[in-house]
Each structure stands twice: as structure tokens, then as C-alpha cells.
């Protein structure tokens, strides 16, 4: 079945270490989002790519950074710079950007501070 | 700017009875709407949209949401709740298919006692 898988499910971030979140998509789909939840604060926006080797910053981005090249690979790395980390993180992906078309999400990486 | 308001935090109900969950938006311009569910350590499901036509909108596991335009209103509703409809509930809109531009309510924790 086609999907997205992310991976690790936990993590664990010792102080002034980085960590890549891996995102993985075999549904052929164009665009990918990076999101951070929070309780009480709904999914806010980190980046986003709608093609392999472009991407773009959302609400949220200091601190992170990613890559795209890959169409199918869309990795998330929290530096040292992101001060509060401890969230959940939500990979989606939609077919094609500008057709209303809902996002398919993976299954999270939740990420603490040790 | 477009954003979305769930006014709730939690809504009870019991098993058998119809549930309401409500959605208020704000957008510029024709609004694409979505609900999602989100059960815990899962990434968010997709259960239904409006894009135009039909002011009624039905999606997965019975549930339906109304779209009413004057009161900028997108609630989602089930006749009859199961507890296993229990879970988190997020509204999202974007403004004429703008993915890039999804705004996601903070979400409403959905409880169903037998």
C-alpha cells in the first residue's frame, strides 16, 4: 500500500546536537510539508517542497532545515539552533500543488530533549 | 490573511447521539475546507472537503460537515456517535487550492462515552 513513513517513531536530542527526521513517500506525490504540533496549538508550518531541489520557508523554519533530492525523500533536520524542539512532527504530501487536494500525512516523529 | 477558529476544546457526548464539532474561517476569496481526525501517536486522516456545489458534504464513517457561507461556518457532524469516533479533530482551509497555504485549527479532543 502506498503511504508515508516517517521515521524514527521517537527521538531523543541531547543539547547542541543536531537530528534529521527521515520522510519517506511512495505515492508519487509532488509537493511535501514539514509540520510541528503542539498541544492546543493546532499544526503550524516549518517548510514545504513542490518539486524535487526546491523548497520553501513556512511560519516556523529557524532552526530547521531540510532537502528535497529526491522526489520521494523529504528529510527534516532540527539544529541546535531550534531552542524548544520537543514536538510532534508531521511529514504530509499532496499529488500536485493548486488542486485542492487534501494532504496525505505519515505517522509523526515525536522528539524530546534528554 | 485566512485562518480557521475551533471555538471548543473538548465536546462530550454520549454514544448514540449526535455530535457537532464546530468550525468557524476566515479567508479572502472562495475557501477550500477540510476536516481531519487525528487519533494519538497517529498523523492526521483526511475525512472530508468542500470545494463548491453541495453546501451538505459527506465524507468517511458517517460523518458529514455544512458548509454555510454567510456564517463563514464549516461544522462537521455525525447522527449517531460510536466511542470509537473519540479522537482529535482538526479544521483546515486554504484559500482557492493554495496547499502551499493550509491554516489548521488548534484542534477539538472529541469524547464519546458508552
Known amino acids: 500500500d502506498g503511504g508515508i513513513t516517517q521515521s524514527p517513531k521517537y527521538l531523543f536530542r541531547k543539547e547542541g546536537q543536531n537530528v534529521t527526521l527521515s520522510c519517506e513517500q511512495n505515492l508519487n506525490h509532488d509537493a511535501m510539508y514539514w509540520y510541528r504540533q503542539d498541544p492546543g496549538q493546532g499544526l503550524r508550518l516549518i517548510y514545504y517542497s513542490q518539486i524535487v531541489n526546491d523548497f520553501q520557508k513556512g511560519d516556523i523554519a529557524e532552526g530547521y532545515s531540510v532537502s528535497r533530492e529526491k522526489k520521494e525523500s523529504f528529510p527534516l533536520t532540527v539544529t541546535s539552533a531550534q531552542k524548544n524542539p520537543t514536538a510532534f512532527y508531521l511529514c504530509?504530501?499532496?499529488?500536485?500543488?493548486?488542486?485542492?487536494?487534501?494532504?496525505?500525512f505519515g505517522d509523526g516523529t515525536r522528539l524530546s530533549i534528554l | 490573511a485566512q485562518s480557521v477558529a475551533q471555538p471548543e476544546d473538548q465536546v462530550n457526548v454520549a454514544e448514540g447521539n449526535p455530535l457537532t464539532v464546530k468550525c468557524t474561517y476566515s479567508v479572502s476569496g472562495n475557501p477550500y475546507l477540510f476536516w481531519y481526525v487525528q487519533y494519538p501517536n497517529r498523523g492526521l486522516q483526511f475525512l472530508l472537503k468542500y470545494i463548491t456545489g453541495d453546501n451538505l458534504v459527506k465524507g468517511s464513517y458517517g460523518f458529514e460537515a455544512e458548509f454555510n457561507k454567510s456564517q463563514t461556518s464549516f461544522h462537521l457532524k455525525k447522527p449517531s456517535a460510536l466511542v470509537s469516533d473519540s479522537a482529535l479533530y482538526f479544521c483546515?482551509?486554504?484559500?482557492?487550492?493554495?496547499?502551499?497555504?493550509?491554516?489548521f485549527g488548534a484542534g477539538t479532543r472529541l469524547t464519546v462515552k458508552p
Open positions: 483546515a482551509v486554504n484559500p482557492w487550492a493554495n496547499n502551499n497555504d493550509m491554516r
Open positions: 504530509a504530501s499532496t499529488p500536485r500543488q493548486g488542486l485542492g487536494q487534501p494532504q496525505h
